[in-house]
């Protein structure tokens, strides 16, 4: 079935450490979108991408990295630069629908110990 | 700036109607999302209005109002399953999304 997987579900860092949330979608969708979710709050974009191998830092890019290598895949590096990690992570990709919908993958949540 | 209010929580009776309210400031607009979203959860598209009036989708129904700047989600025969945070979102002038905190929706029986 098509869709977007994004793993892990669940990650543990401790501080200074960089950790890498894998994202990928075989909906053959050229926009694809990083999110981060916290309570009591909307969706942030921290990055996003229109067409492999390009990529536009969102409204909170500030210690977060990405890459744009495939059109299936776009990875989120969490940086040791990232204030406050700890957050609900969510994937998203766009199609061509006259809608311009996003497709979500099921999430990852980061926890800083 | 851009904003998005909505609700925070809402309770409803299983089998009653419940709409959830949304008002948006948006530089332009290009349509208004609703998505729903069950505790750690991926967001599911619901609805899509780009042009005044209502648009029916069995259970589920959403409003706009452009001049207004209004929105809302209508939600009949509720059903425990309903109980979710729903999110409203609208597209600026260039297609991205701003995003409201979402309203909790908490359907007793």
């Known amino acids: 079935d098509g869709g977007i997987t994004q793993s892990p579900k669940y990650l543990f860092r401790k501080e200074g450490q960089n950790v890498t949330l894998s994202c990928e979608q075989n909906?053959?969708?050229?926009?694809m979108y990083w999110y981060r979710q916290d309570p009591g709050q909307g969706l942030r974009l921290i990055y996003y991408?229109?067409?492999?191998?390009?990529?536009q830092k969102g409204d909170i890019a500030e210690g977060y990295s990405v890459s744009r290598e495939k059109k299936e895949s776009f990875p989120l590096t969490v940086t040791s630069a990232q204030k406050n990690p700890t957050a609900f992570y969510l994937c998203a990709s766009k199609g061509s629908s006259d809608t311009g919908e996003l497709f979500f993958g099921e999430g990852s949540r980061l926890t800083v110990l | 700036g851009q904003n998005i209010d909505q609700p925070t929580e809402m309770t409803a009776t299983e089998g009653a109607i419940v709409q959830i309210n949304c008002t948006y400031q948006t530089s332009g607009f290009n349509g208004l999302f609703w998505y729903q979203q069950h505790a750690g959860e991926a967001p599911t598209f619901l609805s899509y209005?780009?042009l005044d009036g209502l648009e029916e989708k069995g259970r589920f129904s959403s409003f706009l109002s452009r001049s207004k700047g209004y929105s809302y989600l209508l939600l009949k025969e509720l059903q425990m399953k309903d109980s979710a945070s729903y999110l409203c979102?609208?597209?600026?002038?260039?297609?991205?999304?701003?995003w409201g905190a979402g309203t909790k929706l908490i359907i007793k029986p």
């Open positions: 979102a609208a597209m600026d002038s260039n297609y991205q999304l701003i």
């Open positions: 991408s229109q067409i492999v191998n390009d990529f």
């Open positions: 909906l053959n969708h050229d926009a």
């Open positions: 209005n780009v």
